[in-house]
């Protein structure tokens, strides 16, 4: 902290002792002291961070809040024109009367708009401890000043260059003679009636009008070019006449021998008296681009979410085996997102949401092996358990709440480094707060309505302006549009409006439109409006079948989703050919040879499709079952290190003359037996390239049964999202904080009587007393039922003041009604530092 925030200290936060009934406040400790304990919580709803830890009395909270990373965190959280309120407090004299601060933001005219607005963003101030004093004394605290108020390496929002006094600081009292007598003034004593004369010319509409009318019409020129901003400009050694002529009447003044300032009180004369060259009072309307009729949303919304729930198991599915390999640093690589995007049919950043979103919601993990791969957790088994609604439900809920953004995969960190899918360095803490006001904002609308994006985005550089420049502006307009691309993948919004499940589970209204301050939400458990999203979801998502319709080419056609016994056999026994409103799977020799090797026999598969079709089994896919079967398992692969066995050594042969068996190194050792160099995987997969369909055989000589999903990762947790921040208190924390920071500043601000002969103590000092003293005062106390005032250093050595009624004082303790904790508390003589009666008012 600097020299500032050390004076921001002995102003706004020791306070007096006494506080005469109805007199304004001096100090912002005392402001909060004077307010009640709704203002106190709304304070600390506001700016969570002061509550880290809770403070022990309000001194120490107008301390806190008066530092420079809270009050920076703080005016980041601002809406437009309550910074443009607080930068215009800042250009303001210290304090300011209520009727400076509407005249520097209105004008010289009446502006109805900013007068009905100034009261709401002057109370948003208050309330967060950024501004205090009533309304005849309105003070921005210290830091917000130094960080708002115009200087040379900081430019103030509002354009403005510092005041006459400022720009003439160090300039001789000769030189300010010359410029008060070129300005028509009369001679003054000293510099500082010189500047006063000048500051009050410059402020006079009458007088300051006159002395610009006989301005050169080149010098009015000068000064429409720096009358909005920014104020300085440079001069050569020898300026233009009429640089002099605005020079020498102080209407520029010197920063350095090449640099002027247009000084303040003469730049918001030129203004017409704003501060801003465009307040901005109501924010931007959200308008629609477009409106459904809600039932239309809703039908889109759901399909898809049913396309969302099919992607995501289609994804996990083909990682049943083991996913890809984790890079080293971590993520997946290139070449493997590609492949993801290719099985999928979706671009790759689109394949990288639908990764980060199983990963977010635990599904998807690495197993932490040696050979570190990606495949699903035992956490996606009990998530295809759930009825589908409950499943979608689960997934934007973790997408709402993850602050891992799959749109900054394929760019690069703070080092160079290329972001990967899955991989470090995704989070960013501004995306859950980004994506509900996106989309609360939505809801704002009339249901049915899609949000016009461009009137969208300048609602958000509306609500946060301080992050409108630079990187944070640039990713908090990126995060807004993934977020409006993501909840139309997820079945959040449909055709661009939200739909009526997405409601439930963002705890807004459902019968009519929300308000704007349903972004806040209603109190409601997460899993509740979870519940709730997939009650609504669950009519709408189209119900599952349990059979199939097949044709004579070879083919399956699944009329809708499928019930999860049929949909696992049928995706082991066919492949998916096309997918929408219906899913085409085709049997080939290769899908019905997997059907196989998981164990099941030619009658159990055309029983099983006897079972599930609507139609007769027809007979090419009876006829490509039974030769598949029949060949399945003629030839044997086992670990030689792999061999290869064969009834039949004709077949064998065969299989020798074949140019195609060259790369896996085959030589007869028995007449019905290969011996391979290849191990027994790619041996397998060698003789089912060339066209056979080998078995796999364990050491006793049994055929091996694969199973598609036996693979899984040790339990693993889904990423915790990392706060932007302290995270907001809940009523409970407030409500105790409250009466802890009370409790705590009686405890500090107890009148006590003092020995004549000790010194005073300083405001916050821990009184010192003997031993023998402080048994004698705290066993008077218990006798007569007093309370007293403490200094207390507990066993981690923090050290604390206490107001106590002492009941009990016996073997080395004191048990008394503590009225700092309210609650009756023991504590150790030999812990409290020392002790003093209360005064007989406080008494």
């Not at 040879?593 to 139609?615: E, V």
Request: with cysteine; charged share 25%; proline share 9%.
């Amino acid at each position: 902290m600097g020299i500032g925030g050390i004076g921001e200290l002995d102003r706004e936060a020791h306070v007096p002792k006494e506080t005469g009934a109805g007199a304004a406040p001096r100090t912002l400790a005392e402001a909060l002291r004077a307010g009640g304990d709704e203002g106190l919580a709304a304070l600390l709803r506001a700016r969570p961070d002061l509550l880290s830890p809770v403070p022990n009395d309000l001194t120490q909270l107008a301390t806190r809040a008066g530092t420079r990373g809270s009050v920076v965190r703080a005016l980041e959280r601002l809406d437009r024109f309550a910074l443009q309120t607080a930068e215009a407090l800042a250009v303001a004299p210290d304090p300011a009367p209520y009727s400076v601060l509407l005249g520097l933001l209105a004008g010289d005219g009446a502006d109805p708009e900013i007068e009905a607005a100034l009261p709401r963003a002057v109370g948003v101030l208050r309330e967060q401890a950024l501004v205090w004093g009533d309304d005849e004394r309105l003070r921005l605290v210290r830091t917000a000043r130094e960080l708002l108020a115009p200087s040379a390496q900081h430019p103030s929002p509002t354009g403005l260059g510092p005041s006459v006094a400022e720009a003439t600081a160090g300039m001789s009292p000769g030189r300010l003679q010359e410029i008060i007598a070129a300005a028509g003034l009369p001679a003054t004593h000293d510099p500082v009636s010189a500047v006063a004369a000048l500051t009050e010319l410059f402020t006079d509409r009458t007088r300051m009008a006159a002395l610009l009318d006989t301005a050169p019409p080149e010098a009015l020129a000068v000064l429409d070019r720096l009358v909005w901003g920014p104020p300085y400009g440079e001069v050569t050694a020898d300026p233009a006449p009429p640089v002099r002529w605005l020079r020498d009447r102080g209407l520029l003044l010197p920063v350095s021998t090449r640099t002027v300032v247009l000084p303040r009180e003469a730049a918001l004369h030129l203004r017409g008296g704003r501060a801003h060259r465009v307040p901005e009072p109501v924010p931007p309307e959200v308008t629609a681009a477009r409106t459904y009729r809600p039932q239309v949303v809703d039908n889109a919304a759901a399909g898809q979410a049913h396309t969302a729930l099919a992607t995501v198991e289609e994804l996990l599915k083909s990682w049943d085996q083991g996913g890809p390999q984790v890079l080293r640093a971590g993520g997946l690589s290139v070449r493997d997102l590609k492949r993801t995007a290719a099985a999928l049919d979706v671009p790759e950043p689109t394949a990288a949401f639908w990764l980060e979103l199983a990963h977010g919601a635990g599904l998807l993990a690495s197993d932490g092996e040696a050979d570190e791969r990606y495949a699903p957790t035992p956490a996606y088994d009990d998530w295809l358990d759930l009825p589908p609604a409950e499943r979608w439900a689960a997934l934007a809920a973790a997408w709402l709440a993850a602050t891992r953004t799959a749109g900054v995969v394929g760019g690069q960190d703070a080092k160079g480094r290329t972001l990967s899918a899955l991989g470090p360095g995704l989070d960013r803490a501004q995306a859950p707060e980004v994506r509900r006001r996106v989309l609360a904002l939505q809801a704002a609308l009339p249901p049915g309505a899609a949000a016009d994006r461009d009137a969208l985005l300048a609602r958000l550089r509306w609500d946060r302006p301080l992050r409108s420049g630079g990187p944070l502006a640039e990713l908090r307009e990126q995060l807004a549009v993934w977020t409006l691309d993501e909840a139309e993948l997820l079945g959040v919004t449909g055709r661009g409006a939200l739909a009526t499940p997405a409601r439930a589970l963002l705890n807004l209204p459902l019968a009519e439109a929300a308000s704007d301050d349903a972004f806040h939400g209603h109190d409601c458990e997460p899993s509740v409006a979870a519940s709730r999203a997939a009650t609504l979801l669950a009519p709408l998502l189209p119900e599952a079948v349990d059979h199939v319709l097949l044709q004579a080419d070879l083919t399956a056609v699944a009329p809708g989703p499928l019930r999860r016994p049929l949909a696992d056999v049928l995706a082991v026994l066919a492949d998916v050919e096309s997918k929408g409103g219906a899913t085409v799977y085709r049997f080939t020799p290769g899908s019905v040879r997997r059907a196989l090797d998981a164990g099941r026999s030619a009658s159990d598969l055309k029983d099983f499709l006897t079972a599930h079709s609507r139609t007769p089994v027809p007979q090419p896919l009876a006829y490509l079952i039974d030769d598949v079967a029949r060949r399945h398992g003629h030839l044997r692969v086992g670990a030689a290190s792999a061999y290869v066995r064969c009834d039949d050594d004709a077949v064998l042969g065969e299989i020798l003359a074949d140019r195609r068996a060259a790369a896996l190194g085959l030589r007869r050792l028995a007449p019905t037996v290969l011996a391979a160099q290849a191990d027994p995987a790619s041996l397998l997969e060698g003789l089912r390239a060339m066209g056979y369909a080998p078995a796999a055989e364990s050491a006793e000589g049994d055929v091996l049964v694969t199973r598609a999903d036996a693979y899984r990762t040790p339990p693993r947790t889904a990423p915790a999202p990392v706060p932007d921040g302290p995270p907001a208190p809940d009523a409970t924390l407030l409500k105790a904080a409250v009466r802890a920071i009370r409790a705590g500043d009686h405890a500090a601000t107890a009148a006590r009587r003092e020995p004549s002969t000790a010194a005073p103590l300083a405001p916050g000092e821990l009184p010192r007393t003997s031993p023998a003293e402080t048994l004698a005062t705290v066993q008077a106390a218990a006798l007569t039922g007093s309370a007293v005032w403490i200094g207390y250093v507990n066993a981690e050595g923090a050290a604390s003041q206490r107001v106590i009624a002492p009941v009990r004082v016996e073997g080395g303790f004191v048990t008394g009604y503590d009225h700092t904790a309210d609650e009756v508390r023991t504590y150790p003589l030999h812990r409290i530092t020392g002790v003093a009666e209360l005064a007989e008012e406080e008494g």
